[in-house]
């Protein structure tokens, strides 16, 4: 086969290797994926490392310190403080989600981040919904986990909606919704941060379920070749077809789009009200 390709023995066995370790190295940044996500980011690369071992895998702790560095995956860890030092953790806020009752649009919004695994590498999507329309009113899509893909789909909301002072706004505990840059950003248009318990994503189904309807019905069904490819394919189902076509079951089969466009009509006649809340069961 050499002779008739006109190639060396040696240049078809390199080629061979290279493709392997390509396909070698995917497979355990997936496998290093779930378990960062499954542990919330609580495990540094060591114990990374094992629970991989576990699974049968063969790979060196600092392979894995690579990817994870290079994937923003790295556990933050507290060090020894000399006396008088204080510690500035972030801050966790309270669950505002689950004791709303809603009446209306800008309400409560969620947000979450996800990731998608392309041939070659993986990419983050981040996503704002309103809770009561579970439309989507913002997102982005990158290859970083850093603080400014959650920040640049917040802003895309936040242009779409123009939400009046007040709005819940509520994400898990990551470290991208917790950090000061989007603090900064709630509080520079009065929004009002929610997160959800430690390792309950119950709490905030809205988003799960999203995350799941898109990749069952889009990106698993898909063959993206980059990152442009998979962000005109996210662009075309969140807006030209999730938003305003697809019946979603929790609006009594009604699209979002066309569910908000009912309650604007029915506003028009009568008062807006605003979101109940409730403590301690009252």
């Known amino acids: 086969m050499c002779r008739l390709a006109d190639v060396s023995r040696a240049g078809f066995y390199r080629y061979l290797r290279g ?17 960062v996500l499954e542990h919330r980011w609580r495990y540094g690369y060591r114990r990374v490392t094992a629970e991989l071992r576990q699974q049968g895998m063969a790979v060196n702790h600092k392979r894995i310190a690579r990817i994870m560095q290079q994937d923003n995956l790295l556990a933050v860890r507290l060090e ?23 009446s209306g649009l800008n309400q409560l919004w969620a947000a ?24 989507v009113i913002g997102w982005a899509l ?37 950090c000061q840059e989007y603090m900064e950003k709630l509080r520079d248009h009065q929004m009002l941060p929610s997160m959800s318990r430690p390792s309950n994503p119950y709490d905030n189904a ?26 005109r394919g996210v662009e075309e189902f969140i807006e030209r077809y999730y938003n305003p076509r697809r019946l979603h079951s929790a609006l009594g089969y009604r699209s979002p789009g066309e569910f908000e466009q009912e309650k604007a009509e029915a506003r028009s006649d009568v008062a807006s009200a605003a979101a109940i809340m409730t403590f301690l069961g009252r």
């Open 112 to 135: 979450d981040i996800t990731y998608i695994r392309l041939a070659c590498e993986f990419v983050y999507l981040a996503v704002v919904l309103d809770v009561f329309s579970r439309k």
């Open 142 to 178: 990158g290859r970083s986990l850093k603080a400014q893909l959650p920040v640049c789909a917040l802003q895309r909301a936040i242009a779409n909606r123009r939400p009046p002072p007040g709005v819940v706004h509520h994400s898990d505990q990551g470290v991208q919704y917790a």
């Open 206 to 231: 809205t988003c799960e379920s999203f995350l799941k309807t898109l990749k069952r019905e889009e990106v698993y069904a898909g063959d993206y070749r980059d990152l442009s490819d998979l962000n």
């Open 80 to 102: 020894w403080l000399r006396p008088g030092q204080h510690i500035r953790a972030a801050r966790i806020y309270l669950n505002l989600a689950n004791r709303m009752t809603l």
């Open 19 to 35: 493709r392997s370790r390509v396909e070698e190295e995917i497979t355990i940044r997936s496998a290093v994926q779930d378990i």
